[in-house]
């Protein structure tokens, strides 16, 4: 499918904004060097940091730390959403006890009072719970035209954060927080790729996973598709794009897509975007991580829509 000028540019054998590594993976994004950083974009795989991780696991495995909420704004937040009702259930040290019962906080939940250092044992070690901890089963997410449909006009406002096979809780989480704070509709990941709205990542939300719809759907070419047929404009963040997010923003409905900071943006999904952008470094130290970048790119979006 073809919408725009820079994808015939592609198919006219033009240099693309973005492309494959002759002879690599088909589905696989061009790496970026990992030599000297080059001026003026974001690089997502900066010399100094190794690439997107797995989530940390816990002390009792991987899929029991995916069954907990922990801290005091991740576990807040859990509590008033009335997707929680019901369920779950509530550990407290004696003192966020009372304060839970004072401030009338449970929501219905019953609360069970436990010491502080059987706490620690029951979660990853280093978790910060602030003697606080829900375990509940991982929020299943929302229909991606929940989010999208309708687009909002031109001008009024709208942006979607769409993330191309992260897998680091603490970058997702981070860009959770940054996108409830700057107005997104939601966040589109991909099933198979994409961490439990849980555990680390909930705690690097401070809560915004429990605000926030999130849409996991299967390929995110083809939800590039449908966002494309209900108005949205997508919007791909490449360190070497010729147009910088100035540039490339404007007043109508964005999906901002971020990629992984191994590979960046895949090749088949860029090729679904309407345009790729640079964030322009003028230091010349490309070492934003992309949970920092996807704050840039949601304050440009806000701006380049008069601030709606």
């Given amino acids: 499918m073809s919408r725009n000028p820079e994808r015939n540019d592609r198919k006219s054998g033009k240099k693309p904004a973005f492309g494959g590594k ?144 992260l897998t680091d809780p603490q970058n997702v989480g981070a860009i959770f927080r940054s996108a409830l704070a700057f107005g997104a509709r939601g966040i589109v990941v991909q099933d198979r790729h994409s961490p439990a709205l849980a555990g680390a990542l909930a705690k690097a939300s401070a809560g915004a996973t429990e605000r926030l719809p999130c849409a996991r759907v299967t390929n995110l070419s083809r939800a590039l598709e449908t966002l494309a047929d209900l108005g949205w404009r997508a919007v791909g963040l490449d360190g070497d794009a010729e147009l910088t997010l100035e540039q490339a923003l404007d007043e109508r409905p964005t999906v901002l897509v971020m990629g992984s900071e191994g590979d960046g943006v895949r090749r088949l999904v860029a090729e679904h975007c309407d345009v790729m952008a640079r964030i322009p470094m003028p230091g010349g130290f490309e070492s934003l991580n992309v949970s920092n970048a996807a704050a840039v790119a949601l304050y440009e979006s806000t701006r380049a829509r008069g601030g709606t």
């Fill in 22 to 165: 002759p002879g690599g993976r088909p589905d696989a994004a061009r790496p970026f060097d990992k030599g000297a950083p080059k001026s003026g974009g974001w690089n997502p795989n900066p010399p100094a940091r190794a690439a997107d991780s797995a989530p940390r696991p816990a002390r009792g495995g991987k899929a029991d730390a995916d069954n907990f909420v922990w801290g005091r704004h991740p576990v807040l937040a859990a509590l008033a959403n009335p997707a929680r009702k019901g369920m779950g259930r509530l550990l407290a040290t004696a003192d966020r006890a009372a304060e839970l019962e004072r401030d009338k906080a449970a929501h219905g939940h019953k609360i069970e009072i436990i010491e502080a250092q059987a706490l620690d044992r029951m979660l990853p070690a280093g978790a910060v719970h602030q003697g606080l901890a829900f375990k509940v089963q991982p929020l299943e997410g929302v229909a991606l035209e929940d989010i999208a449909d309708p687009a909002p006009a031109p001008g009024e406002g709208g942006v979607i954060v769409m993330l191309d096979q």
